[in-house]
Each structure stands twice: as C-alpha cells, then as structure tokens.
C-alpha cells in the first residue's frame, strides 16, 4: 500500500494530491440503472493538505477573496414579518401594503445603519425581501381572520380571542350596524318627504299658471328661504340668497337684526325676544305638501298621484312608510 502511494503522490508548492486507483467494477451493481455511484466506486479520494508554510504571515481572513453574496439575516424570517405586520395594521386601524411595507424598509434600514450609498445595492436585495415578507404575513393575517381586505384598504379586526369574548364583539359589531342602518332609514325617509313636497309644489304652480297665468314679481318666493317666527307669532319672511341687512322694529315689539358677509355665505342673526327659525322645507310640510307622510300617513286615493313625483326606483318605497 505504502509503495502505490509514494509511485502516485505529486507534490505542489501547497499541497499533497493522492490520486486514485484505477475503479474497481462491481458486477452486482450493473443491474440497478442510472445508479453510477454503485457502478464506479473509488477507493481513494482526494486529500488536500494546506500548508501554513506558504501562505504569507501578513494575509488576514478578510483579504481572502470571498464570493460576492449578498448576507441573508435570520430575523427576517415570515414570523418576525407577521408580528411586525401585526402591530402595524393594528397600530393604523386601516393601512395598505404599500404603506406597511415601506414603513417596515424604512425601519430595517434605520436599525442596520444602511441609509448610506455603499449599501445600495444590498438595499435592492433586502428591500425586495421584506416585501415579499410582508406580503405572505398579510395573507397569514387574513386568513386567521385578524384582518380583512376591501380592495386596496387593510382593516384590523383583532386577534383571536375566546368564544364569550367574540360573542360579545359579535354582538356590539351587530348593534353598531342596526343603529347605522337606523340611521340610513330615517335619511331615506327624510329625503323622500323632501322630494314629495318640491314636486308637488312643482305640480301646484304649473297648475296655478295654467288657469291663471305667471303671478306678478312681487308675489314671487324662490327657494331657498328661511321663516323666523317671532314669540307673538307674527312670521317675518328673508329669503336667504337676497339678505342684505335687516332691522325691523313692529307693534309686536320684537326687533329682528340680520346681517349677512359679502360672498352671502354667513348670516348674523339678533333677536330681542324668542324666536324660531324655520327652512323652506319645514314650511312645505305645514303647509301640507308632504301630505302627511312624514307621520306616516297618507290617504290611499293620493298614493297613485304621489308616486308619479318619485322616480320608478323609489315607488315601492311608500308603501314601506306607512307600513313603519
């Protein structure tokens, strides 16, 4: 053995290289395709030997020369991202990816001093990294439910919690929402008694001016207007758009200072007693061009005349007034 090995060993100025013996075939491995390993089997492999002796006293680790990778940091792992993810979106309310994702660069970057020129492009390969961190904890997060997605908006919905405590969130999620679509009611209520009465003072003039013609100037009213209704219950009439500056003084002793600013967009209002201040609409409805439905009532020979003043999509809607 030792006469194989000093016939084949060469000698470098760094190294010792034993070369191998010509492969042994074994007969039994033939039958076992694409298995070279089990065909050729060497019986020696090459050794390298480093000798200290040759390289320079003065050479450092770092002035090897190394392969130019880029360093991958362990933390940046999926489960450092979703708790960082989380306490974002938690932290916002309603966020996007984009936001959380430039944050959380912005963060990385910061901690690691690597905001200078020298770490360009280390910053392309970590930049990329960490929003595709991002991105999988966001889809982590929506499907255990502790956010929600509205196309581009992240919401926080929170973490998971025990079948009493979801309950309860259960239900003040279900009462904010029945007080909301409350709310939407009466709105829709409101603006539907609004559009009765304007069409049917629409209707009414075009009438009036049928039978006996356009009245003078004068007795003319544009909308909008304000009432103010004095305590002896004499109603002093402005209209809103035409309002300079007013001070009246009558026999019933109540003195109304209205003023008004150049662009009519604020108005200044004294009074010396009570008073009350009324719109255009309010006026309508006690003047009876509601016909009654804000009180839910109507009689039932006016249901075919009002519902020619409502668009084909809000006909059905009052029947559902006076049903409540």
Not at 159 to 184: F, S
Not at 260 to 286: C, M, P, T, Y
Request: aromatic share 8%; with cysteine; proline share 4%.
């Amino acid at each position: 053995m030792s006469d194989i090995v000093a016939q084949n060993m060469v000698r470098g100025p760094s190294q010792m290289v034993v070369k191998q013996e010509k492969p042994t075939y074994r007969s039994p491995a033939l039958t076992r395709r694409h298995t070279v390993q089990h065909v050729v089997k060497p019986k020696y492999s090459e050794v390298r030997v480093a000798s200290s002796c040759f390289r320079p006293s003065g050479l450092l680790a770092s002035d090897l020369p190394v392969d130019n990778k880029h360093f991958v940091d362990k933390s940046m792992g999926l489960r450092h991202f979703s708790t960082k993810v989380c306490e974002k979106v938690k932290e916002k309310g309603r966020t996007n990816y984009n936001q959380v994702a430039d944050e959380l660069v912005a963060e990385y970057f910061a901690a690691n001093n690597m905001n200078s020129e020298e770490f360009l492009e280390r910053q392309k390969f970590d930049q990329k990294n960490i929003r595709r961190r991002v991105y999988d904890a966001l889809n982590v997060l929506l499907a255990m439910n502790i956010i929600c997605k509205r196309k581009k908006d992240i919401d926080w919905v929170g973490l998971p919690a025990t079948k009493a405590g979801e309950i309860k969130r259960l239900e003040e999620e279900k009462a904010k929402l029945t007080e909301r679509i409350r709310r939407k009611k009466e709105s829709i209520h409101e603006l539907v008694v609004q559009l009765v009465a304007y069409k049917s003072l629409v209707w009414k003039n075009r009438e009036m001016e049928r039978i006996s013609g356009r009245p003078s100037e004068n007795t003319l009213l544009y909308l909008p207007f304000v009432i103010i209704n004095t305590s002896k219950k004499r109603p002093c009439f402005f209209e809103c758009l035409l309002l300079a500056q007013v001070s009246l003084k009558h026999d019933f002793s109540t003195t109304v200072d209205c003023a008004v600013s150049g662009d009519r967009s604020e108005f200044l209002f004294n009074f010396d007693q009570s008073f009350e201040v009324h719109d255009d609409f309010e006026a309508l409805k006690r003047l009876g061009f509601s016909y009654g439905l804000e009180h839910n009532y109507l009689n039932p020979e006016m249901m075919e005349h009002i519902d020619e003043f409502l668009p084909p999509a809000l006909r059905g809607y009052i029947t559902k007034i006076l049903n409540g």
